[in-house]
């Protein structure tokens, strides 16, 4: 049984990841939010990545996994963007993630052999029109993640993956009729939208011993929009 540490595990993606893990391991759920978590037997710790700071007193002396997967989905035009937009992108994404792997660093020290997750988005490797603060802001969790990875080897794996569009109510904006969700379709190879739940079970296997020599990796699953032109 592992000590795992979930930020954001109480929605979308982080959600599924929480059902995925929390049978049989010791889970702890930090979000605002605890409703869709009923009936799981984890412990929950209401945090707002944006306004709290950790009690180190609520988790565990020795952290096995450690997942972060708030983000944000922003898209303005450039000549739109205001220095305001970019810094709430970058303290979501990235400035509440290196605070919290800070804090939480010495616990993972402490496991025999720890993993941690970050999430970033396609935008970063395809170049995409509207999206230069979001891109900007999980450009800077790739950098870290590579960077950490080879800090951190042999005894703690860090790994990303980079989703395109995926259905959470994060993106339910973009995906709210029937025409939005038909556009983002045609834009993916694959001609499908995301599924937190198949994007989970990567995310637990890269988390996993399985993966054990997997880290610094930037993992994509975007139905290809990353590497695939069909037409």
Same mark, same amino acid.
């Given at each position: 049984?592992?000590?795992?540490?979930?930020?954001?595990?109480?929605?979308?993606?982080?959600?599924?990841?929480?059902?995925?893990?929390?049978? $049989?391991? %010791?889970?702890?759920?930090?979000?605002?939010?605890?409703?869709?978590?009923?009936?799981?037997?984890?412990?929950?710790?209401? @945090? *707002?990545?944006?306004? *709290? /700071?950790?009690?180190?007193?609520?988790?565990?002396?020795?952290? *096995? &996994?450690?997942?972060?997967?708030?983000?944000?989905?922003?898209?303005?035009?450039?000549? $739109?963007?205001? &220095?305001?937009? @970019? /810094?709430?992108?970058? /303290?979501?994404? +990235? +400035?509440?993630?290196?605070?919290?792997? &800070?804090?939480?660093?010495?616990?993972? %020290?402490?496991?025999? /052999?720890?993993?941690?997750? @970050? @999430?970033?988005?396609? !935008?970063?490797?395809?170049?995409?029109?509207?999206?230069?603060?979001?891109?900007?802001?999980?450009?800077?969790?790739?950098?870290?993640?590579?960077?950490?990875?080879?800090?951190?080897?042999?005894?703690?794996?860090?790994?990303?993956?980079?989703?395109?569009?995926?259905?959470?109510?994060?993106?339910?904006?973009?995906? $709210?009729?029937?025409?939005?969700?038909?556009?983002?379709?045609?834009? $993916?190879?694959?001609?499908?939208?995301?599924?937190?739940?198949?994007? !989970?079970?990567?995310?637990?296997?890269?988390?996993?011993?399985?993966?054990?020599?997997?880290?610094?990796?930037?993992?994509?699953?975007?139905?290809?929009?990353?590497?695939?032109?069909?037409?």
């Amino acid at each position: 049984m592992k000590n795992i540490v979930i930020v954001g595990g109480s929605k979308g993606i982080g959600l599924e990841i929480t059902k995925l893990l929390y049978n $049989n391991n %010791k889970v702890y759920v930090l979000s605002r939010t605890a409703e869709e978590l009923a009936g799981l037997n984890i412990t929950h710790i209401p @945090f *707002d990545v944006t306004a *709290d /700071q950790l009690n180190l007193e609520l988790l565990p002396e020795v952290v *096995d &996994q450690f997942v972060y997967c708030p983000g944000s989905i922003n898209l303005k035009p450039i000549s $739109n963007l205001k &220095q305001e937009s @970019f /810094q709430s992108d970058m /303290q979501i994404n +990235f +400035f509440a993630l290196t605070d919290l792997f &800070q804090a939480i660093l010495p616990r993972l %020290k402490k496991s025999n /052999q720890a993993s941690v997750l @970050f @999430f970033s988005t396609v !935008a970063v490797s395809v170049g995409m029109p509207f999206h230069a603060s979001i891109a900007a802001a999980k450009g800077a969790v790739e950098g870290f993640t590579k960077s950490v990875a080879a800090e951190l080897a042999p005894g703690i794996r860090v790994n990303a993956i980079a989703p395109s569009l995926t259905h959470t109510s994060l993106a339910d904006k973009f995906l $709210n009729n029937e025409r939005k969700l038909e556009a983002a379709k045609s834009r $993916n190879p694959l001609q499908e939208i995301g599924d937190p739940k198949k994007i !989970a079970t990567t995310a637990v296997h890269l988390l996993s011993d399985d993966a054990s020599w997997i880290t610094g990796q930037i993992i994509h699953i975007d139905g290809g929009m990353s590497t695939v032109k069909t037409s």
